[in-house]
């Protein structure tokens, strides 16, 4: 069964910097696509980027892109999210999830970690 | 960017009873469109791919149905377990959006 543990979550200044891990069990993690999708506290989920098997694809969403970056070391089985130049509008939830047949269907989910930008 | 609206935004239902709901796309995505279920406090689940794929393991008591700009989420009879905020997501095009959610609870 597939697994998926997100950290690195934390409190952080407005225009500072947080880099998310997340750790993948259960499953081949180097033949998915994996994204981060984020939920901001009682409102509804935004995807926030996605990357391909190798590293060679990846998607932002506009307002992430410049700041944040996805990444993945696939013999370590993790995937990463270094965002920068944080934002309050960034506290969030922040879920991996694994993609589904190399489409844009979230079929895993970790827990979720806490970024909270504090203004 | 494609906009997903689902109606309604809440919904009050008992157990047994029928439930519809609706997504709405800004354009048309044939049916890239995928359902989650998502209890409080925790991560969503894949209830349905495609419009209309249930999921492995998901009741038959859920479906999907729809294509281009309209889809519906129906669950034929609730069960108490079912009360959640579902919410449904697009895959057509990047950025993949996700609708605002209906949440479903117990009337």
């Known amino acids: 069964e597939a697994q998926l543990v997100e950290s690195g979550g934390n409190l952080v200044q407005s225009g500072g910097s947080l880099r998310l891990s997340c750790v993948a069990s259960g499953f081949s993690f180097r033949s998915h696509w994996m994204t981060w999708v984020r939920q901001a506290p009682g409102k509804g989920l935004e995807w926030v980027a996605n990357i391909n098997q190798d590293g060679s694809a990846i998607y932002y969403l506009d307002s992430v892109k410049g700041r944040f970056t996805i990444s993945r070391d696939n013999a370590g089985y993790s995937l990463y999210l270094h965002m920068s130049s944080l934002r309050a509008e960034d506290t969030a939830l922040y879920y991996c999830?694994?993609?589904?047949?190399?489409?844009?269907?979230?079929?895993?989910w970790g827990p979720g970690t806490l970024v909270t930008v504090s203004s | 960017d494609i906009q997903l609206t689902q109606s309604p935004s809440f919904l009050s239902a008992s157990v047994g009873d029928r439930v519809i709901i609706t997504c709405r796309a800004s354009?048309?995505?044939?049916?890239?469109l995928v359902w989650y279920q998502q209890k409080h406090g925790k991560a969503p689940k894949l209830l349905i791919d495609t419009a209309s794929t249930l999921e492995s393991g998901v009741p038959s008591r859920f479906s999907g149905s729809g294509s281009g700009t309209e889809f519906t989420l129906t669950i034929s009879s609730l069960q108490p377990e079912d009360f959640a905020t579902y919410y449904c997501q697009q895959r057509r095009n990047y950025p993949v959006t996700f609708g605002q959610g209906t949440r479903l609870e117990i009337k």
């Open positions: 999830a694994r993609l589904l047949r190399d489409a844009s269907i979230f079929d895993s």
């Open positions: 354009q048309g995505i044939n049916t890239y």
